[in-house]
């Protein structure tokens, strides 16, 4: 099998297994405890928090452990709009190429009295900060802009969105799933006041995210019980999983990927083309992109029926939260793209264990599997 589907969820860094394999027997306490045991896995779990800190430059006391990333984008979105529910009509700002954690939530925020504009994009699923600026209203309490799109890779232009939301007086929440662990994201340089994180994007495990909450943001919790992290989300602590989310931050700020990525997505593209020419197509900016996504249109054929010509590649035709569905893809009609491209589009994502040999053999069997099925 040849993975190619890193934007989906990733394997767990060898490090990363080997902290929680470690912690199976010990720290085992509860973190509330105050004896030895639980002591030692206060410890542990502060220890990781520190680590995912140190990532995203903010500061421990800001990091609030979740459930993954649907978890904290609820919590920054419904958390908001609970804290502000007795202020009279509120505004939400999102863009129409949301991940459904966010455009879910929001819906369900509609029902409750909010109301919502979604900015659109243009043909590379990128976000215009004008265009959010001008749908700020005197009501608005949040805009939530995904930091980069998990089908075409986009990187939204977040550090200047932050800036007009901060002027404005209007607090601003980006969801960083894709881009945490690709790229550099801090949480001073975007100016965010909430940012979401998915462990099992970077390898981590999966069921483990945080959401950064700047200190003094007003925001309710999602979940109510006794005062676990800090106040703001109640239930014992996940020990295990939080040790392998803080040894995966560790592993991304001490050994960034983003030039390994970035050659061999670079490479994949560049091996398509040589076999295609112009029947293969780029999806989303050609260079403001994540470093390992690869999304194309194979002009002519559905995608689906590509990859399930090539069983030996582990790919994606759009979000893997839609696929089964004989859908298109909402962000790729959102981009103004015709049915044959949404048709024919295919994610490919690399990762830190991807090798060149893998992009090589799996470039030779799409092309080889495309030819055959514009021939039939």
């Not at 939260?321 to 048709?343: I, W």
């Amino acid at each position: 099998m040849i993975y190619l589907d890193y934007n989906a969820t990733t394997p767990l860094a060898p490090s990363v297994r080997d902290a929680i394999a470690n912690a199976l027997s010990e720290p085992y306490g509860n973190p509330s405890s105050n004896h030895a045991p639980g002591r030692a896995a206060r410890a542990a779990v502060e220890a990781a928090r520190q680590e995912l800190a140190e990532l995203l430059g903010g500061a421990a006391e800001e990091i609030v452990f979740t459930s993954g990333g649907s978890e904290s984008n609820n919590h920054a979105l419904k958390g908001v709009f609970w804290a502000r529910a007795t202020e009279g009509p509120i505004h939400f700002v999102s863009t129409t190429i949301e991940h459904p954690a966010i455009r879910e939530p929001l819906r369900f925020l509609q029902r409750l009295g909010a109301d919502v504009t979604l900015v659109d994009v243009d043909r590379y699923g990128m976000v215009d900060p004008d265009a959010v600026r001008k749908a700020i209203r005197a009501n608005t309490v949040l805009v939530s802009v995904m930091h980069a799109n998990n089908e075409v890779g986009t990187i939204q232009p977040i550090a200047e969105i932050g800036r007009i939301c901060k002027e404005m007086g209007v607090l601003f929440h980006t969801d960083a799933a894709q881009s945490v662990g690709k790229i550099g994201v801090r949480v001073d340089d975007v100016h965010c006041d909430l940012l979401s994180v998915a462990g099992h994007k970077f390898y981590a495990p999966k069921g483990v995210g945080a959401l950064y909450v700047r200190a003094g943001t007003r925001i309710e919790n999602l979940v109510h019980g006794a005062g676990h992290e800090r106040g703001r989300r109640a239930g014992t602590e996940n020990v295990l999983l939080d040790i392998g989310l803080g040894e995966a931050a560790r592993v991304a700020r001490e050994e960034p990927p983003t030039e390994h990525l970035a050659t061999l997505a670079g490479r994949l593209l560049r091996r398509l083309r040589e076999h295609l020419g112009d029947d293969v197509v780029l999806n989303g900016h050609p260079e403001q992109r994540l470093p390992n996504t690869v999304n194309v249109s194979f002009l002519g054929v559905s995608g689906r029926d590509l990859l399930a010509a090539v069983p030996q590649i582990a790919a994606s035709t759009g979000s893997a939260c839609h696929e089964g569905e004989d859908v298109h893809s909402p962000v790729l009609a959102a981009m103004g793209l015709d049915a044959d491209r949404q048709r024919g589009a295919v994610r490919f994502s690399v990762g830190r264990f991807t090798t060149t040999d893998e992009v090589d053999e799996a470039a030779d069997l799409l092309a080889d599997a495309y030819k055959r099925l514009r021939s039939q």
